[in-house]
Nanobody
C-alpha cells in the first residue's frame, strides 16, 4: 500500500508565498515523475508542475517564474514553492505520482494525495 500525504496549504494574501509538501510512504523502491495538480472552483483539474526522478521539470504557463517544484528522492517527497500568489491560484492542490515500483517487485500507477486547500485573497 502506498500513500501520498500533502501539507502546507492555507490562506494567504495576494503576493504572498506558500510551500506545499507531499510525502509518499509505503513499500517504495522507486518513484518516477511526481507532480502537482490543482482544481479551482468550477474548474477542471489541471497540471501545475511536475518533476522527473532525474530532476527535469515542467510548468504550466500560468505559474512559470512564480512556482518552483523540487523533490527529495531520499525522502520520497515533492515540494511546491509558490511565490507571488494570485487569487486565481486558489484551489485544491493535489499531489500525483505516475508510477511507483515497490520493494515487492510490483508497480503502482497513478497515485493521488487527498488534496490541500490553497486560498489566495485579494
Amino acid at each position: 500500500q502506498v500513500q501520498l500525504v500533502e501539507s502546507g496549504g492555507g490562506l494567504v494574501q495576494a503576493g504572498g508565498s506558500l510551500r506545499l509538501s507531499c510525502a509518499a510512504s509505503g513499500s517504495i523502491f522507486s518513484i518516477n515523475t511526481m507532480g502537482w495538480y490543482r482544481q479551482g472552483p468550477g474548474k477542471q483539474r489541471e497540471l501545475v508542475a511536475d518533476i522527473t526522478s532525474r530532476g527535469s521539470t515542467n510548468y504550466a504557463d500560468s505559474v512559470k517564474g512564480r512556482f518552483t517544484i523540487s523533490r527529495d528522492n531520499a525522502k520520497n517527497t515533492v515540494y511546491l514553492q509558490m511565490n507571488s500568489l494570485k487569487p486565481e491560484d486558489t484551489g485544491v492542490y493535489y499531489c500525483k505520482v505516475d508510477r511507483i515500483e515497490t520493494v515487492y517487485g510490483t508497480t503502482v500507477y497513478g497515485s493521488w494525495g487527498q488534496g490541500t486547500q490553497v486560498t489566495v485573497s485579494s
